[in-house]
Nanobody, 132 residues
Framework: QVQLVESGGGLVQAGGSLRLSCAAS????????MGWFRQAPGKERDFIAA????????YYADSAKGRFTISRDNVKNAIYLQMNSLKPEDAAVYYC?????????????????????????WGQGTQVTVSS
């Protein structure tokens, strides 16, 4: 089992930036994909960004492209999400996740994400609040 601990959330004004961190411990594998999801009150949990541990490939939801950057540190077993130009609609609880499937829709830049109950690991979440 892998443990994921997020940090870096907080309150920021619209247009500002935040950097989220996720530290992984326990059972980790070099061929996993790790990433970020977010959930606003009353809404479903949405995919934001992912990074392949093995290939360094990155994947972004349309809402994150051009503003958010996902990165990783293999030595620290950590991933990060740099969020710039934040908008009030970015406010949510942000969750780190490990071991899920992600890929591009053929002939498209759209991303398909599949999480598996009982296999995909989740962190406890970190709150991001964006004031207008």
């Amino acid at each position: 089992q892998v443990q994921l601990v997020e940090s870096g959330g907080g309150l920021v004004q619209a247009g500002g930036s935040l950097r989220l961190s996720c530290a992984a411990s326990g059972r980790t594998f070099s061929n996993w994909t790790m990433g970020w999801f977010r959930q606003a009150p009353g809404k479903e949990r949405d995919f934001i960004a992912a990074i392949s541990w093995r290939t360094h490939s990155t994947y972004y939801a349309d809402s994150a492209k051009g503003r958010f950057t996902i990165s990783r540190d293999n030595v620290k077993n950590a991933i990060y999400l740099q969020m710039n130009s934040l908008k009030p609609e970015d406010a949510a609880v942000y969750y780190c996740a490990a071991d899920f499937l992600v890929g591009f829709v053929p002939d498209s830049t759209s991303v398909v994400v599949t999480t598996t109950s009982g296999r995909t690991s989740w962190g406890q979440g970190t709150q991001v609040t964006v004031s207008s």
